[in-house]
């Protein structure tokens, strides 16, 4: 297993316990040496290389584009030049924007809202072009809001979990944009993880050149998230309401028939469980 990461986001430490069966590579995915190198020899890619921020990418709109889309337009064509049967690409329900019809279907038109939502759409089409152009499998996998341990909380782009988890878990307040009322389809990493093993190894006939909602099929408001939290926690968390942030979207949740029929995807980890195993981790010694 060889893993390509430039590290601006993770965390080396997160490999630990796999370090022995991994081949690390630090690099960027737009350059093209590096991932020659990091193609060679390789059958199957797992693409999840992005900045992923809908705030960074109204503020960094151009460097946003660089990585998404022409990154993902470089391993394409690297992974095209090295022979690799599929690439599995980590695209993004943000590609819906604010569209008042839910849950979203893979057929809905897309209308990006965002930098990052035009970004990653991009991608999708380039791995669709690759698929019918020059034969290479490709999977596209909009992953709706994936949730979990090791989520960086600490970053003003961070997801909204991990900084209401660690908010909560302080004694603090947490923050919300808006009226809290808009909604979202919160997926755990476990049923993310289950989706891209089964888009890798799906009959190229019903996955190849295909886009698939990932997401757990149901949604909650923020409102009902923080309640969910104090829930789990047994105590109360404060709210503050802000104004609503450029780019964000009002609602979101997956209708995943298309992925359970041809990718045999079943999300196995609910909301509840998972809230209570994420907010294990993150109040365990690091």
């Not at 460097?63 to 337009?73: F, P, S």
């Not at 992953?143 to 989520?151: D, K, L, S, T, V």
Request: glycine residues 8%; proline residues 5%.
């Amino acid at each position: 297993m060889r893993v390509l990461d430039d590290l601006s986001t993770g965390k080396l430490a997160n490999l630990d316990e796999v370090a022995a069966q991994v081949d690390l590579l630090k690099g960027d995915i737009r350059d093209e040496a590096i991932l020659d190198r990091a193609l060679a020899g390789i059958e199957l890619v797992f693409h999840e290389a992005a900045i992923a921020s809908v705030p960074r990418s109204l503020a960094e709109p151009l460097a946003n584009h660089d990585v998404n889309a022409t990154g993902t337009l470089r391993l394409l064509g690297a992974a095209q030049r090295a022979g690799v049967r599929r690439v599995v690409y980590a695209a993004s329900s943000s590609a819906y924007g604010d569209s008042p019809l839910s849950p979203k279907t893979e057929s809905m038109a897309t209308a990006p809202l965002s930098p990052y939502a035009a970004s990653k759409l991009a991608g999708e089409h380039y791995c669709q072009v690759y698929a019918g152009a020059y034969g290479l499998e490709t999977v596209c996998l909009r992953y709706f809001n994936i949730f979990g341990p090791r989520q960086d909380p600490r970053s003003e782009y961070a997801a909204v979990i991990p900084r209401f988890v660690t908010a909560a878990l302080a004694g603090q307040g947490v923050t919300i944009y808006g009226d809290g009322l808009q909604s979202r389809d919160f997926c755990h990493i476990d049923n993310v993880v289950q989706a891209n093993l089964r888009a890798a190894s799906a009959p190229a006939a019903q996955a190849s050149g295909r886009v698939f909602n990932i997401g757990s099929g149901a949604s909650i408001s923020l409102n009902e998230l923080v309640q969910t939290i104090e829930a789990c926690l047994g105590r109360r968390v404060p709210v503050t309401h802000e104004a609503p942030r450029p780019g964000d979207v009002k609602h979101s949740a997956a209708d995943i028939g298309a992925a359970r029929a041809q990718l045999d995807y079943q999300p196995q980890v609910a909301l509840d469980a998972g809230l209570r195993s994420t907010i294990e981790w993150y109040a365990s010694p690091k």
